[in-house]
């Protein structure tokens, strides 16, 4: 997880009035989680991303995270669900199955 989606994640939970002790607690308990920050190195890998496969920059800087963390599935209502971006797979999970 980057800190990007912490981040993220905290903004929502505040815009939709989760107290903010809650909202503390919960991006808290994520941090206990592999994260992965936002340094040079992932901006200028988030760039190749973007102009290698035409996402959004903030897409990508998730995907650069995701890359650097060896991880194989990104859950994301974001990117096209079951794409494949170098070996890492999209799951939209409110997508409606086929």
């Known amino acids: ?8 994640v905290y903004v929502n939970l ?4 989760v107290p903010a002790e ?7 308990d994520y941090i206990q989680w592999n994260v992965i920050d936002n340094d ?13 496969w035409q996402i959004s920059f903030w897409d ?3 995907l650069a995270a995701a890359k650097y963390a060896k991880a194989g599935i990104i859950w ?11 070996g890492i797979t999209v799951i939209n999970p ?3 199955k086929d």
């Open 22 to 28: 809650e909202s503390k607690k919960t991006i808290t």
């Open 76 to 86: 994301s209502e974001n990117f096209s669900t079951n794409q494949e971006y170098d």
């Open 14 to 17: 505040i815009k939709k009035n």
């Open 60 to 62: 990508s800087l998730i």
């Open 40 to 52: 040079v190195a992932l901006l200028l890998e988030g760039i190749r991303l973007r102009e290698r």
């Open 1 to 8: 997880m980057s800190v990007q989606v912490l981040q993220e």
């Open 94 to 96: 409110i997508a409606g």
